[in-house]
């Protein structure tokens, strides 16, 4: 138990798997496989049992057709015009006019949320790219002061 983890086999051990990779990708088990070759078959019949029992009444068939043929929407997509984010500015902008629609009925609130932190991120975004700028800048102004220094006649 208290072994090193990593390599299972050591190098150059021939009981190792000698066979490559191990199982191709698609590859299934025979069981499975099995079972797949009879659902298969009677794939047809179960499916139309099934619509039988849903309109005569039966719930989970009924649900498990309805499931099939109206599944529940994960995310659902919205439009909304937003102002170019480039700037902080622009960013506090669009966050209004999302929280508007929000206030106004026109976005879930679980929605706003995700593009929320859509928004958050797009800020440490332009943040990030602001401080670069800001020390390159820096950095130049450095760099003339050190130049300007240079040239400056030395006292003997």
């Given amino acids: 138990m208290n072994e090193p983890r990593g ?5 150059g051990n021939t009981a190792g798997n000698t066979m490559g990779r191990g199982r191709p990708r698609g590859s299934r088990n025979k ?13 047809q019949h179960v499916v139309g049992k099934c619509i039988d029992l849903a309109l005569k009444g039966d719930r989970s068939a009924l649900r498990i057709c309805m499931d099939r ?4 929407r994960r995310d659902a997509c919205f439009r909304m015009s937003l102002p170019p984010v480039r ?10 006019k999302l929280t508007q629609g929000i206030r106004r009925g026109k976005i879930a609130p679980a929605e706003g949320e995700k593009m929320m932190n859509i928004f958050e991120m797009r800020s440490r975004i332009i943040q990030t790219a602001q401080w670069e700028s800001r020390i390159d800048k820096l950095e130049e102004e450095e760099k003339e002061k050190m130049a300007d220094v240079s040239r400056l006649p030395r006292a003997a």
């Fill in 69 to 72: 043929i109206s599944p529940a």
């Fill in 87 to 96: 700037t902080a500015q622009d960013l506090d902008q669009a966050a209004e």
């Fill in 7 to 11: 390599r299972p086999f050591p190098a």
């Fill in 31 to 43: 069981a499975s496989s099995a079972g797949q070759d009879l659902l298969d078959k009677y794939a």
